[in-house]
């Protein structure tokens, strides 16, 4: 990989971009970017995190025990954790990252996509998927038309929107929880305003320079077997009030009772009585 042409390539433009991060432009939009993601990784206390980024580490307020940096080549690696290999075949296991974040790099590469692919692969089905980007409706987004033809980060790359993303993600059974926007400020203002930047933050305007999508693994039901209750046959009319043994439970009128029962068995008059209770001569 770090001999490879496409491992030059992508080393440097990861080298042309860290000027942009050393100005003052570079530094606020640094600032607000960490200050979105604060919130998202301070509370997750997971086993490894992967971040792929574009200027400097953003991850230094999580509290995962084993963050991971990945670089295309080993002379830019900054530490023994880095991970060293093509974007889009990451050397881990399925599903083994808490926090994956890719920070600017979908719009300097080729097959982003393949790498957004990866990415979706490596992250646990409980882990959330972090993407950063420039806004092209912001303000800046407006001011890059004029730019196109500079070939300067961040100018030179491919910027998508946060809807575009949304459908590449789905495309990797991904659902997108929330996008913030950040980076509120004027078109000849190189830091971003705190009143601005509070009130953009606040009512979320999608009119900041950049966003960041969290998005999270779609949970997919078991399949659920519901049960046919019912009779076979239906029941005939006979078969209401059947008793314990069998019988059809009719009502019968009391007359019709003394018919069935024996003569020697029904009720006799009293006078009947007296004379069978004497004594015979």
Same mark, same amino acid.
């Given at each position: 990989?770090?001999? /490879?042409?496409?491992?030059?390539?992508? *080393?440097?433009?990861?080298? /042309?971009?860290?000027?942009?991060?050393?100005?003052? *432009?570079?530094?606020?939009?640094?600032?607000?970017?960490?200050?979105?993601?604060?919130?998202?990784?301070?509370?997750?206390?997971?086993?490894?995190?992967?971040?792929?980024?574009?200027?400097?580490?953003?991850?230094?307020?999580?509290?995962?025990?084993?963050?991971?940096?990945?670089?295309?080549?080993?002379?830019?690696?900054?530490?023994?954790?880095?991970?060293?290999?093509?974007?889009?075949?990451?050397?881990?296991?399925?599903?083994?990252? =808490?926090?994956?974040?890719?920070?600017?790099?979908?719009?300097?590469?080729? =097959? *982003?996509?393949?790498?957004? $692919?990866? @990415?979706?692969?490596?992250?646990? =089905?409980?882990?959330?998927?972090?993407?950063?980007?420039?806004?092209?409706?912001?303000?800046?987004?407006?001011?890059?038309?004029?730019?196109?033809? %500079?070939?300067?980060?961040?100018?030179?790359?491919?910027?998508? /929107?946060? !809807?575009?993303?949304?459908?590449?993600?789905?495309?990797? =059974?991904?659902?997108?929880?929330?996008?913030?926007?950040?980076?509120?400020?004027?078109?000849?203002?190189?830091?971003?305003?705190?009143?601005?930047?509070?009130?953009?933050?606040?009512?979320?305007?999608?009119?900041?320079?950049?966003?960041?999508?969290?998005?999270?693994? $779609?949970?997919? $039901? *078991?399949?659920? %077997?519901?049960?046919?209750?019912?009779?076979?046959?239906?029941?005939?009319?006979?078969?209401?009030?059947?008793?314990?043994?069998?019988?059809?439970?009719?009502?019968?009128?009391? %007359? @019709?009772?003394?018919?069935?029962?024996?003569?020697?068995?029904?009720?006799?008059?009293? !006078?009947?009585?007296?004379? /069978? %209770?004497?004594?015979? !001569?």
């Amino acid at each position: 990989m770090s001999n /490879s042409t496409m491992a030059t390539t992508l *080393a440097k433009r990861l080298q /042309s971009s860290q000027p942009y991060w050393q100005t003052e *432009a570079g530094r606020s939009l640094w600032e607000t970017q960490r200050a979105c993601l604060g919130p998202v990784v301070e509370s997750r206390v997971g086993g490894h995190s992967l971040e792929m980024s574009m200027g400097p580490a953003l991850m230094t307020m999580s509290a995962i025990a084993h963050p991971i940096r990945w670089s295309p080549t080993r002379q830019l690696a900054d530490t023994d954790s880095t991970l060293i290999c093509p974007p889009d075949q990451l050397a881990l296991p399925d599903r083994c990252l =808490d926090v994956t974040v890719i920070h600017h790099w979908l719009e300097h590469l080729a =097959d *982003a996509h393949f790498t957004l $692919q990866e @990415a979706a692969r490596v992250t646990a =089905d409980n882990g959330i998927l972090v993407l950063f980007g420039f806004n092209p409706m912001g303000v800046s987004g407006l001011a890059r038309q004029l730019r196109k033809r %500079q070939q300067v980060f961040p100018w030179s790359g491919t910027w998508r /929107s946060a !809807s575009r993303l949304r459908d590449w993600l789905a495309f990797v =059974d991904f659902e997108v929880e929330r996008v913030d926007y950040c980076c509120f400020r004027g078109r000849m203002n190189a830091k971003c305003g705190e009143y601005w930047e509070s009130l953009g933050r606040r009512h979320n305007l999608p009119l900041g320079e950049s966003y960041m999508i969290q998005a999270r693994r $779609q949970q997919r $039901q *078991a399949p659920v %077997q519901r049960l046919k209750f019912g009779l076979k046959a239906p029941a005939s009319p006979a078969s209401l009030g059947v008793t314990r043994s069998g019988t059809s439970a009719h009502y019968q009128p009391y %007359q @019709a009772y003394l018919t069935q029962v024996e003569p020697s068995k029904r009720h006799k008059p009293e !006078s009947q009585k007296a004379e /069978s %209770q004497k004594p015979e !001569s």
